[in-house]
C-alpha cells in the first residue's frame, strides 16, 4: 500500500498512528516534498469512484487563495489534474491507495472496513 501524508497535518497524523497500531505495512510518501503526477492522480480517482473534487483539500491555504470553489466548474478534468499535480499540499490528505482501493482523508470506520 502507498499512504500519501503530511507529516504536520494532525488528521494525517491520526491516520498514521491508525496503520501503526494495526501493523499494517505501507510505502509513506511525504506529499509535499513528493507531489503527486497527474498519471497517479488519474489513476487514484478513476479506482476511487469518487468525484475529483474529492481529491481537492477545500479546506487549504492554496485552494482559497486562488479561489479554486469558483475556478473548478470551469475548468475540465484534465486542467483539475494538472493543477493538483502542482502542488501536494492542495490535494486531500492523507491518501491510502491499496488493492483495488483508494481513501482520500481519514475517517476511521471506511479505514477499518477498508483494511
Known sequence: MLFLWYPKCT???????FLDERGVAC???HIKEENPTADELRTWWKESGLPLK????????QYREQNLKDKLPAMSEE??????ATDGMLVKRPILV????VLTGFRQQEWEEKL
Open 11 to 17: 488528521t494525517c497524523q491520526k491516520a498514521k498512528k
Open 27 to 29: 510505502v509513506q510518501r
Open 54 to 61: 474529492k481529491f481537492f483539500n477545500t479546506s487549504g491555504i
Open 79 to 84: 486542467e483539475q489534474l494538472e493543477l493538483l
Open 98 to 101: 491499496g488493492e483495488g482501493f
